[in-house]
């Protein structure tokens, strides 16, 4: 029956993990006086199902903690009552940007009740529909069961993300946290070393996601506890040692406004307290999600996060490996510290990574600049190796000065896009090195004497593009198709592909705006023009490379290596198709036909790759989405 309410029919439901008499209800039905958040939204608010996904659950619990964090990803102003259309979105952290996933309130049920996450509260449904919010972002339910709580919280926060192992932290881990957890830090822990969610003798789960939530020095009778609360996301089934909730005896040697000051609960609700030696002995490691100043920025908020500078690059095959310069010059303000050093992290992300299925190894390395000069012979600090991993992280400490960061894959030349993120404390930063020096007897220094990024010459500076994109927008603040088309003629028409602009068409510019824009709108924002920007700066890179004549004009036999070198080899059927399609009429592809090229091929793969979810090399549209994809580009 249609009752008018909004049905998603772009969630992935053929990846379900299918119960027995499984039904499809809305929270009206579920519960007649059903509500969105009920007292504000909370850690309590998560108790797990069938789904394996405590990781994910863990990551949510944590972020609870920030209110500012969770209303950026739980959008306040939604409920059952007021504008309900049966329809709830929700944002998500991806590779710099935050992006809405819009969803339908209809939720998996048996015998009436939520199959998986629910909240203990039973009229309460913000968390079973941001876990569906997050199934359709990551390609339905199943793909929640297993991962990692580090992923789950980069997408929730756009935070730095370290795995650690618990037996290498600093004998005093409570002096280690506390300045982590000062910073507004998100942890999670677990023990790995043995079956799947079985219990210790202690009741600690094994391979089971937990959230560390506070740190607490704690009076006694007799003495001072350092203690450290812990969050099951069951919401059962907690700690059964010294101080566990139900039977600790320590318990009664606190006075009761000393337990009120901690909130602690004599019930089994998931949160207990234990000692830091016990957490020592009980979990084995421990995820930190480091968050900025851009997302931790509660009025009045007592942490004092990092200073965060990011940078998306990438990696062109036959060029040089990009160069970030680091500057530190304020030290810490950690009075217990007698060395002059400054903290970071540094963060590589690659980009697409499941999309493209594409795992490149990829690793760090930091060096000193010598007197404007830059050694490459022994970097001060590295990743250990290279990782096929989504991100690899360093924290260091390092004397104030001037250093080089250079994020490199484990084979040269590979293709891939990547995201740099710098965490700093005041006074520090990070930015692109655009040439940077080399001492005379470096072993690497020719390669590091070619340009690292060709399209410095043929298009304009970042700040020079921000006031471009001021000149040509439109009253409402956005760039529709002729205002990019101007924009773009002026921003060639400066660099040494100026003249290429002739060949540049309002039909080009048409295509640019639809395939970056996300909102349906056919004109570019700000951050939309951006993201286009960055396409345009990467794909002029390997247009100048691979124009090996310096006409402006790529040869028919120069177009092939030119694609693999951006990542989208086609076989020799489609590229006859392109042949025909793309090029001029003696065979030759211009430097806006080259981007025009690419923009349509780049986003007709990620079309292509987002439906095809299980990775099977087919997919299944309907009619309407086929014209969509076809008609709308």
């Excluded at 001037?402 to 006074?427: C, M, W």
């Amino acid at each position: 029956m249609d009752d008018g309410l909004f049905v998603d029919h772009d969630f992935p439901m053929g990846d379900m993990l299918l119960q027995p008499a499984m039904e499809w209800r809305r929270p009206k039905d579920i519960c007649p006086s059903a509500q969105f958040i009920v007292d504000g939204a909370t850690r309590m608010d998560v108790s797990q199902g069938v789904l394996n996904d405590c990781w994910f659950l863990s990551a949510v619990a944590s972020l609870s903690l920030h209110r500012p964090l969770l209303e950026r990803v739980v959008p306040n102003g939604q409920s059952f009552q007021e504008g309900y259309n049966g329809s709830f979105y929700f944002q998500f952290w991806q590779y710099g940007e935050w992006e809405k996933v819009k969803v339908d309130d209809l939720l998996p049920t048996q015998k009436g009740k939520l199959i998986y996450l629910c909240s203990s509260e039973k009229r309460e449904f913000w968390s079973a529909l941001l876990e569906k919010a997050y199934a359709k972002l990551k390609g339905g339910y199943r793909a929640l069961n297993m991962g990692f709580p580090h992923e789950a919280m980069v997408d929730m926060t756009g935070g730095i993300t370290e795995v650690l192992t618990v037996a290498s932290l600093p004998k005093d881990l409570a002096a280690f946290l506390k300045p982590i957890l000062a910073k507004g830090a998100l942890i999670n822990c677990a023990n790995c070393q043995g079956p799947l969610e079985q219990r210790n003798e202690f009741g600690i789960l094994f391979r089971h996601a937990y959230s560390v939530t506070g740190l607490e020095n704690v009076k006694t009778k007799y003495e001072t506890v350092e203690l450290v609360r812990v969050h099951n996301p069951w919401g059962k089934m907690e700690w059964e040692g010294p101080w566990s909730d139900m039977n600790g005896p320590e318990w009664s040697h606190v006075r009761e406004e000393e337990q009120k000051r901690l909130d602690r609960v004599q019930k089994e609700d998931g949160e207990f307290w234990m000692a830091v030696s016990d957490f020592r002995q009980n979990f084995e490691s421990m995820e930190v999600c480091h968050l900025s100043e851009e997302t931790l920025s509660e009025p009045g908020a007592t942490q004092r996060p990092w200073n965060c500078t990011m940078h998306h690059g990438s990696w062109v095959p036959h060029i040089s490996n990009p160069q970030f310069h680091l500057t530190l010059l304020e030290e810490d303000d950690d009075p217990s510290d007698p060395e002059l050093t400054c903290s970071f992290l540094v963060a590589l992300m690659q980009k697409h990574q499941r999309l493209r299925g594409v795992h490149l190894g990829i690793g760090l390395d930091i060096y000193k600049v010598h007197q404007h000069n830059l050694s490459l012979r022994h970097p001060l600090i590295s990743t250990q190796g290279y990782a096929q991993r989504t991100e690899v992280v360093i924290r260091g400490r390092l004397a104030p000065g001037h250093y080089v960061i250079i994020p490199s894959t484990a084979d040269t030349n590979q293709q891939g896009e990547f995201i740099l993120r710098v965490l700093t404390e005041k006074g520090n930063n990070a930015t692109p090195a655009e040439k940077p020096g080399t001492e005379v007897n470096s072993p690497t220094q020719i390669s590091l004497l070619q340009p690292s990024f060709p399209h410095l010459s043929a298009l304009p500076s970042p700040e020079a593009t921000r006031q471009l994109f001021k000149k040509h927008r439109n009253k409402k603040g956005e760039c529709p198709p002729l205002e990019l088309l101007n924009l773009l003629t002026e921003a060639i028409k400066g660099g040494v592909l100026a003249g290429s602009e002739k060949k540049l068409v309002l039909e080009h510019c048409k295509s640019f705006v639809v395939l970056v824009d996300s909102r349906g709108l056919a004109q570019l924002d700000w951050q939309g023009f951006q993201a286009l920007w960055d396409k345009i700066r990467k794909w002029t890179d390997i247009f100048l490379t691979f124009d090996k004549n310096k006409s402006q004009l790529l040869e028919y036999p120069e177009v092939s290596p030119a694609l693999k070198a951006a990542g989208m080899g086609v076989d020799d059927f489609v590229l006859q198709l392109i042949g025909l399609r793309y090029t001029e009429p003696d065979m030759t592809i211009s430097y806006p036909g080259f981007l025009y090229l690419l923009m349509k091929l780049d986003s007709m793969i990620h079309k292509f790759q987002a439906y095809d979810i299980v990775g099977m090399g087919t997919i299944s549209v309907s009619y309407r989405q086929w014209l969509h994809m076809t008609m709308y580009n």
